[in-house]
Protein backbone atom coordinates (compact mmCIF):
# COMPACT_ATOMS: atom_id res chain seq x y z
CA UNK A 1 0.00 0.00 0.00
CA UNK A 2 1.28 3.24 -0.87
CA UNK A 3 0.16 6.16 1.36
CA UNK A 4 -0.41 9.81 -0.30
CA UNK A 5 0.88 12.98 0.45
CA UNK A 6 -1.24 15.60 0.54
CA UNK A 7 1.18 18.40 -0.99
CA UNK A 8 1.48 16.21 -4.28
CA UNK A 9 -2.00 17.07 -5.09
CA UNK A 10 -2.98 18.31 -8.19
CA UNK A 11 -6.31 20.67 -8.78
CA UNK A 12 -7.41 21.54 -12.03
CA UNK A 13 -10.59 22.81 -13.31
CA UNK A 14 -11.83 24.07 -16.38
CA UNK A 15 -8.47 23.99 -17.62
CA UNK A 16 -6.60 26.13 -15.05
CA UNK A 17 -5.05 24.60 -12.15
CA UNK A 18 -5.61 25.90 -8.73
CA UNK A 19 -3.23 23.51 -6.73
CA UNK A 20 -1.13 26.55 -5.47
CA UNK A 21 -4.11 28.72 -4.11
CA UNK A 22 -6.47 25.85 -3.05
CA UNK A 23 -5.94 24.41 0.75
CA UNK A 24 -8.24 21.88 1.04
CA UNK A 25 -10.97 20.18 -0.58
CA UNK A 26 -13.21 18.93 1.13
CA UNK A 27 -14.82 15.03 0.71
CA UNK A 28 -14.44 13.91 -2.87
CA UNK A 29 -16.42 10.85 -3.88
CA UNK A 30 -19.78 9.28 -3.98
CA UNK A 31 -22.60 7.89 -1.68
CA UNK A 32 -25.49 6.11 -2.37
CA UNK A 33 -28.80 5.45 -0.98
CA UNK A 34 -29.78 2.30 0.90
CA UNK A 35 -33.25 2.03 1.30
CA UNK A 36 -34.28 -0.85 3.98
CA UNK A 37 -36.65 -3.12 3.04
CA UNK A 38 -38.34 -6.49 3.92
CA UNK A 39 -41.37 -8.47 3.40
CA UNK A 40 -43.28 -9.99 5.70
CA UNK A 41 -41.35 -13.51 5.73
CA UNK A 42 -38.34 -12.12 5.46
CA UNK A 43 -36.09 -12.53 8.63
CA UNK A 44 -33.55 -9.82 7.99
CA UNK A 45 -34.06 -6.06 6.87
CA UNK A 46 -32.77 -6.07 3.01
CA UNK A 47 -31.01 -3.17 1.33
CA UNK A 48 -31.24 -1.78 -1.83
CA UNK A 49 -28.44 0.45 -3.39
CA UNK A 50 -30.32 3.42 -5.19
CA UNK A 51 -28.47 5.91 -7.73
CA UNK A 52 -25.15 7.22 -6.79
CA UNK A 53 -24.51 11.10 -5.34
CA UNK A 54 -21.01 12.31 -6.45
CA UNK A 55 -19.78 14.68 -3.63
CA UNK A 56 -16.78 17.19 -4.47
CA UNK A 57 -15.34 20.02 -1.96
CA UNK A 58 -16.11 22.24 -0.53
CA UNK A 59 -12.64 23.94 -2.27
CA UNK A 60 -11.22 25.93 0.34
CA UNK A 61 -8.41 29.13 -1.38
CA UNK A 62 -6.90 31.51 -0.76
CA UNK A 63 -8.26 34.65 -2.76
CA UNK A 64 -5.36 35.77 -5.46
CA UNK A 65 -6.66 38.06 -8.03
CA UNK A 66 -4.84 37.62 -11.31
CA UNK A 67 -5.61 39.16 -14.71
CA UNK A 68 -7.01 36.10 -15.89
CA UNK A 69 -6.41 33.47 -13.96
CA UNK A 70 -6.29 34.00 -10.10
CA UNK A 71 -9.72 32.15 -7.77
CA UNK A 72 -11.90 34.72 -8.28
CA UNK A 73 -11.15 34.89 -12.06
CA UNK A 74 -11.98 31.02 -12.59
CA UNK A 75 -15.18 30.92 -9.41
CA UNK A 76 -16.45 34.45 -9.35
CA UNK A 77 -19.53 33.61 -11.58
CA UNK A 78 -21.58 31.89 -9.22
CA UNK A 79 -23.33 28.53 -10.07
CA UNK A 80 -21.06 27.71 -13.14
CA UNK A 81 -20.48 24.39 -14.57
CA UNK A 82 -17.31 23.29 -13.47
CA UNK A 83 -15.16 20.11 -14.89
CA UNK A 84 -13.14 19.19 -11.97
CA UNK A 85 -9.50 17.12 -11.89
CA UNK A 86 -7.78 16.38 -8.78
CA UNK A 87 -4.78 14.11 -9.46
CA UNK A 88 -3.66 12.26 -5.89
CA UNK A 89 0.40 11.85 -6.18
CA UNK A 90 2.26 9.66 -3.54
CA UNK A 91 5.47 10.76 -2.76
CA UNK A 92 5.75 13.34 -5.65
CA UNK A 93 3.87 14.89 -7.98
CA UNK A 94 1.07 12.84 -9.79
CA UNK A 95 2.41 10.62 -12.41
CA UNK A 96 0.75 8.07 -14.92
CA UNK A 97 -0.97 5.45 -13.19
CA UNK A 98 -1.98 7.88 -10.34
CA UNK A 99 -5.44 8.29 -9.08
CA UNK A 100 -7.64 10.78 -9.81
CA UNK A 101 -11.19 12.24 -8.89
CA UNK A 102 -12.92 13.95 -12.06
CA UNK A 103 -16.73 14.87 -12.54
CA UNK A 104 -18.64 17.95 -14.05
CA UNK A 105 -19.87 19.71 -10.82
CA UNK A 106 -22.41 22.61 -9.92
CA UNK A 107 -20.78 25.66 -8.00
CA UNK A 108 -23.06 26.71 -5.53
CA UNK A 109 -21.76 29.48 -3.97
CA UNK A 110 -18.50 31.74 -3.12
CA UNK A 111 -17.50 33.51 -0.31
CA UNK A 112 -14.64 35.34 1.05
CA UNK A 113 -13.47 35.82 4.80
CA UNK A 114 -10.35 36.41 6.64
CA UNK A 115 -8.29 39.25 7.68
CA UNK A 116 -4.85 39.54 5.93
CA UNK A 117 -5.13 35.92 3.49
CA UNK A 118 -8.49 36.46 2.56
CA UNK A 119 -9.55 32.82 2.25
CA UNK A 120 -12.76 31.87 -0.13
CA UNK A 121 -14.96 29.23 -0.02
CA UNK A 122 -16.44 27.14 -2.88
CA UNK A 123 -19.13 24.78 -2.56
CA UNK A 124 -20.54 22.46 -4.95
CA UNK A 125 -23.93 21.24 -3.81
CA UNK A 126 -24.51 18.76 -6.51
CA UNK A 127 -22.83 17.13 -9.87
CA UNK A 128 -23.77 17.40 -12.86
CA UNK A 129 -24.55 14.05 -15.23
CA UNK A 130 -26.55 15.66 -18.28
CA UNK A 131 -23.05 14.25 -20.11
CA UNK A 132 -22.01 10.63 -17.82
CA UNK A 133 -25.63 8.94 -17.65
CA UNK A 134 -25.05 5.50 -16.51
CA UNK A 135 -22.05 5.93 -14.68
CA UNK A 136 -21.51 6.28 -10.69
CA UNK A 137 -17.84 6.28 -10.04
CA UNK A 138 -15.93 9.55 -10.29
CA UNK A 139 -12.40 7.96 -9.40
CA UNK A 140 -10.08 6.85 -11.89
CA UNK A 141 -6.51 6.69 -13.32
CA UNK A 142 -4.59 9.65 -14.75
CA UNK A 143 -3.46 8.98 -18.40
CA UNK A 144 -0.99 12.52 -18.83
CA UNK A 145 0.27 14.30 -15.87
CA UNK A 146 0.07 17.85 -17.00
CA UNK A 147 3.07 18.97 -19.11
CA UNK A 148 3.81 19.77 -22.62
CA UNK A 149 3.72 17.46 -25.91
CA UNK A 150 5.27 18.18 -29.17
CA UNK A 151 3.95 15.19 -31.42
CA UNK A 152 1.75 12.14 -31.20
CA UNK A 153 2.49 9.62 -28.33
CA UNK A 154 4.60 6.42 -29.99
CA UNK A 155 5.27 4.83 -26.95
CA UNK A 156 3.91 1.46 -25.00
CA UNK A 157 1.13 2.03 -22.55
CA UNK A 158 2.10 2.13 -19.04
CA UNK A 159 -1.77 1.42 -17.39
CA UNK A 160 -2.89 -2.18 -17.69
CA UNK A 161 -5.93 -2.90 -16.55
CA UNK A 162 -5.03 -6.57 -16.40
CA UNK A 163 -7.89 -7.40 -18.51
CA UNK A 164 -10.06 -5.75 -21.29
CA UNK A 165 -13.66 -4.71 -20.11
CA UNK A 166 -16.90 -3.94 -21.38
CA UNK A 167 -18.60 -1.73 -19.45
CA UNK A 168 -17.44 1.38 -21.12
CA UNK A 169 -15.68 4.32 -19.50
CA UNK A 170 -15.62 8.41 -18.96
CA UNK A 171 -12.87 10.31 -21.05
CA UNK A 172 -11.27 13.71 -19.16
CA UNK A 173 -9.50 16.45 -20.71
CA UNK A 174 -8.04 19.34 -19.50
CA UNK A 175 -6.13 22.10 -21.65
CA UNK A 176 -4.30 24.30 -20.46
CA UNK A 177 -2.74 25.84 -23.17
CA UNK A 178 -2.23 25.43 -26.94
CA UNK A 179 -1.14 27.80 -29.52
CA UNK A 180 -3.95 26.24 -32.18
CA UNK A 181 -6.64 23.63 -32.34
CA UNK A 182 -5.66 20.47 -31.17
CA UNK A 183 -6.97 16.58 -30.42
CA UNK A 184 -6.45 14.87 -26.91
CA UNK A 185 -7.85 11.49 -26.83
CA UNK A 186 -7.03 7.54 -25.93
CA UNK A 187 -5.51 4.49 -27.38
CA UNK A 188 -6.36 1.35 -26.46
CA UNK A 189 -4.65 -2.44 -27.26
CA UNK A 190 -4.58 -5.88 -26.63
CA UNK A 191 -1.05 -6.06 -26.45
CA UNK A 192 1.78 -3.93 -25.22
CA UNK A 193 4.54 -4.39 -27.16
CA UNK A 194 5.07 -1.62 -29.77
CA UNK A 195 3.19 1.32 -30.86
CA UNK A 196 1.45 -1.00 -33.60
CA UNK A 197 -0.54 -2.97 -31.09
CA UNK A 198 -2.46 0.85 -30.64
CA UNK A 199 -5.50 2.31 -32.05
CA UNK A 200 -7.77 4.83 -31.23
CA UNK A 201 -10.41 3.76 -28.55
CA UNK A 202 -13.67 5.11 -30.42
CA UNK A 203 -15.35 8.29 -28.89
CA UNK A 204 -12.56 8.33 -26.45
CA UNK A 205 -11.60 12.18 -27.98
CA UNK A 206 -12.14 15.41 -27.01
CA UNK A 207 -12.53 16.18 -30.63
CA UNK A 208 -10.94 19.74 -32.02
CA UNK A 209 -10.40 22.60 -29.31
CA UNK A 210 -8.31 25.45 -29.00
CA UNK A 211 -6.89 26.15 -25.87
CA UNK A 212 -4.52 29.14 -26.89
CA UNK A 213 -6.91 32.15 -25.81
CA UNK A 214 -8.68 30.15 -23.31
CA UNK A 215 -8.10 26.77 -21.79
CA UNK A 216 -10.71 24.12 -22.41
CA UNK A 217 -11.62 21.32 -20.08
CA UNK A 218 -14.32 18.11 -20.41
CA UNK A 219 -15.64 14.46 -19.95
CA UNK A 220 -16.79 12.57 -22.45
CA UNK A 221 -18.62 9.20 -22.26
CA UNK A 222 -18.73 5.90 -23.76
CA UNK A 223 -21.21 3.93 -24.39
CA UNK A 224 -21.76 1.88 -20.70
CA UNK A 225 -21.39 -1.63 -22.84
CA UNK A 226 -18.29 -0.31 -24.67
CA UNK A 227 -15.42 -2.29 -24.56
CA UNK A 228 -12.20 -1.12 -23.34
CA UNK A 229 -9.08 -3.43 -24.11
CA UNK A 230 -6.20 -3.90 -21.47
CA UNK A 231 -3.46 -1.14 -22.29
CA UNK A 232 -4.42 2.53 -22.34
CA UNK A 233 -2.18 5.67 -23.11
CA UNK A 234 -2.97 9.07 -23.78
CA UNK A 235 -2.64 10.66 -27.81
CA UNK A 236 -2.10 14.21 -29.29
CA UNK A 237 -3.22 15.35 -32.87
CA UNK A 238 -1.57 18.58 -32.93
CA UNK A 239 -3.04 19.34 -36.32
CA UNK A 240 -1.70 22.58 -37.54
CA UNK A 241 -0.23 23.06 -33.98
CA UNK A 242 3.29 23.03 -32.46
CA UNK A 243 2.63 22.23 -28.93
CA UNK A 244 -0.10 21.40 -26.36
CA UNK A 245 0.20 21.65 -22.02
CA UNK A 246 -2.65 19.42 -20.95
CA UNK A 247 -3.65 16.73 -18.60
CA UNK A 248 -5.83 13.40 -19.25
CA UNK A 249 -7.53 11.19 -16.99
CA UNK A 250 -9.61 7.87 -17.80
CA UNK A 251 -12.65 6.11 -15.84
CA UNK A 252 -13.23 2.78 -16.42
CA UNK A 253 -16.60 1.97 -15.84
CA UNK A 254 -18.03 -0.60 -13.34
Known sequence: MTRRNPKFTKIYVNGYEISCQASNIGSVGYTSD??????YCDEVLNSVLGQAQIQCGPINAFLSPSATTG?????DGGTDTIDVLIAFGSLAVPAVGDPVFAWTMRQGGYTADGDGVV????????????????YHSPFGLLVHANGAETGANT???????????????????????????????????????G??????????????????STPVSGMVALATD?????????????GGSSTA???L?????T
Open 245 to 247: TFA
Open 249 to 253: AFIRG
Open 155 to 193: AVATIDNGAASAKGGIFVYQLLSSDGAVTLSIDDAAANT
Open 34 to 39: APMVAA
Open 119 to 134: GVNIPFPNADYSTVKG
Open 195 to 212: DGDFAALSGATSGSIDAS
Open 226 to 238: ATVRRYIRWQLDL
Open 71 to 75: IHEVF
